[in-house]
């Protein structure tokens, strides 16, 4: 099977699998360690597949760029899948939970008073009045539920750790694993 094909068959397992956890607590870190883990599966099937692609062990940075795109490929489609599961799957749960924060935020306080104790309370800068503070507050989870937002930190993670896959699996199979690979007149 094409490692390709099986990448986009994981990303729709995604899917499949916070259908089937909606309304559990834990559907964020079940998603996490599921990305998690196919990027896993995806770096070390990709040195497999390169074991038998390539003549010879390659150089490590050859070795890195045939790893790294398979996985860099996953991390955009399950940005992807994170973008449309989110904000067109359940858009309007996603919706209902931002309504639901601001309406946190903005009854949070009774009276400036009891803001005052707060602030008091947690060392917190006594010359933001209540209102600024709901505006202020109001703003970043704004920020935070944002399509934008999501796309850019699920991206900025997914790569991250599929780089750092992408190096842990190309030195095991460089400089570890390699030596199996070697023609035998160059031992």
């Not at 949070?108 to 600024?132: K, T």
Request: proline letters at 3%; charged letters at 15%.
């Amino acid at each position: 099977m094409n490692l390709r094909i099986a990448s986009l068959l994981l990303l729709f397992g995604w899917i499949w699998l916070k259908y089937h956890m909606l309304g559990s607590e834990d559907t964020f870190m079940w998603g996490m360690m599921y990305h998690f883990t196919a990027m896993l599966g995806i770096g070390f099937t990709a040195c497999w597949i390169g074991t038998k692609t390539f003549r010879e062990t390659p150089e490590f940075f050859e070795g890195f760029k045939h790893v790294a795109k398979h996985i860099v490929s996953y991390s955009v489609g399950a940005t992807v899948s994170i973008m449309v599961w989110y904000h067109y799957i359940i858009a309007d749960a996603t919706l209902h939970r931002f309504n639901s924060m601001k309406e946190m935020v903005n009854t949070q306080f009774n009276s400036e008073a009891e803001y005052m104790s707060y602030v008091h309370d947690n060392d917190l800068d006594p010359h933001i009045p209540l209102s600024e503070w709901i505006t202020s507050t109001t703003t970043q989870i704004e920020l935070m539920y944002a399509p934008q937002t999501h796309i850019s930190l699920s991206l900025m993670a997914y790569l991250v750790l599929g780089l750092f896959i992408s190096l842990i699996a190309t030195v095991l199979w460089t400089k570890v694993l390699g030596v199996q690979q070697v023609p035998i007149e160059r031992r």
